[in-house]
């Protein structure tokens, strides 16, 4: 089955230096029938003005990932981290028994727009940490770039508490993939910017989204120049 979440229908929230599209229920957002989707908890498109940003605060027992899509990211946290995060590289926190860190816009002039995505760990009271990692932009073209990962592991492939992975994928006008899935297992798609056609019928625009399950075989095509974001969940 795939299920298809436009992204019209995401849950918008404007606070004048911070726009957020909300896919699952968060923060001002409560929705019981939308808490998360297999391990996946939160995923958040934010847009962040230049010099502002969330000040410092605490996160316990969940896997935190972002990733940078536009402009840059200055993250600072209690472990003595203090790094810049910008397209190419993807950063991975993990709250565990408790961590705190400000996510801060350094930019006088230009935003940031992040996808910031929250996973349930798979065993609960770890140390905190955190990883940043850098991979090369050009490894997506018309294949699918694991950036972050539990069993796929890499100088440029982030490690994650949890058995997912999370692929990146710069797909060009008529070109196309397929992922092979184990049964059982599920998919979320995410259109960044393009078109994409999943099995010869779905056609998902930009920023909409798919949450595919009972599928072992995702054939992925390209309407135009397209980049999309594929996780593969328990």
Known sequence: ???????????????GWL????SFSFAEY???????FGPLRVFNDDIIA?????????????????VVLKGQLEH???LGNYRIISFGEVQRMTAGTGIVHSEMNPSTTEEVNLLQLWFLPETYGLTPSYEQVSYDVENMKNRLLPIVSKKQAGEQV???HQDITMYLSDLENNKQLTFHQ??????????????LVLNDDTVLQRRDAARVTDVTRLHIAANIDSRFMLIDLP
Request: charged share 25%; hydrophobic share 30%.
């Open 1 to 15: 089955m795939i299920h298809v979440y436009p992204a019209h229908e995401r849950f918008e929230s404007n606070h």
């Open 158 to 160: 982030a490690y994650i």
């Open 50 to 66: 230049p010099q502002r940003g969330f000040g410092a605060h605490p996160h316990q027992e969940m896997e935190i990932v972002t």
């Open 19 to 22: 726009q957020s599209y909300f």
């Open 76 to 78: 600072r946290d209690n």
């Open 30 to 36: 409560f929705d019981r029938k939308n808490m998360n």
């Open 182 to 195: 184990q049964q059982g297992r599920r998919m979320y798609v995410f259109v960044i910017e393009g078109e």
